[in-house]
């Protein structure tokens, strides 16, 4: 089995300042040179980060779970993960490269906010590794180094450089992604589409109506609707659901939450109902997913 289930009420969380050798609370780079590390505090322990991650890897052959998706990292590869996106570490090998993990805080900053509209923070394709041509892995050594040297010294306008250097990493792997996307669409207007996804992703575990949407951003439940349709092609209502459906996964494979507990902390006042929405939404029960899963992730 390569997870162990959680007991406790929620998956554990780790903030950056746990996850920093340094202790930094907003802002993170460090350079991995082939040290083996194992924290036994979450290898095969499902675990959500609160921060962005992005490793550029030279070297390494670990093995982890974003969701639901396997990957096995790669030379000359680029993966990346959001927050609160629940990760399990299966297997862990010595790995040369550099990693950087910021938190919203830092996307909060001023100057930063335009951040958080590029397409490899809203990540709309739910990926987490972009292929580097030779070209591409020498620009990004070569950004990322002077990154790491800025953070390590005490120059002046140290942090107003590395901001600027943060600014034109995320271009650049912006548009890998697009480069590399299958869905990106090209509309320039889906600016209600982010505000929205935002609004789901902090109160899906109590706001499940459209209206309740619709009164956080000053729009009547049909507007709200149409325009939600006319930017992803799916009702806003589609949206609310697939997100509860996910949570509701995440917590069936990887706590032993009874699944009246888990509707209880996403907001389903009635078991019973929980029981029926995700059948309707997946074909499956709670149960029979929780069985199916854990049987496909031995």
Known sequence: MIFSPQKDVAIKQYSLQESSSLGNTVFDIVEAKGEFIRRKSNFLVPHRKDFYFFCLVRNGSSRHWVDFVPYTLQPNMFYFSSPQQVQVKEKTEPMTGIMLSFTEEYLQLEGNQVLRKLPIIQNPDNAHELALAPAHMQFLEELLGKMLVEFNTEHSWRNTMLQSYVNVLLIYLSRLYIDQSQTVQR????????????????????????????????????????????????????????????????????????????????????????????????????????????????
């Open 187 to 298: 509309s320039p207007d889906r600016g209600l589409l982010k505000k929205f996804s935002a609004f789901i992703d902090s109160h899906y575990s109590t706001l499940h109506q459209v209206a309740d949407y619709a009164d956080l951003l000053n729009l009547t439940p049909g507007h709200l609707n149409d325009r939600i349709k006319q930017q992803s092609g799916k009702t806003a209502i589609e949206h609310i659901h697939e997100r509860l459906v996910l949570e509701a996964k995440r917590r069936l494979l990887h706590t032993d939450l009874s699944a009246k507990e888990i509707a209880w902390q996403l907001g389903f006042e009635d078991d019973a109902y929980f029981h029926r929405f995700f059948k309707r939404l997946t074909g499956e029960t709670p149960a029979t997913f929780r069985t199916t899963i854990r049987e496909m992730y031995h």
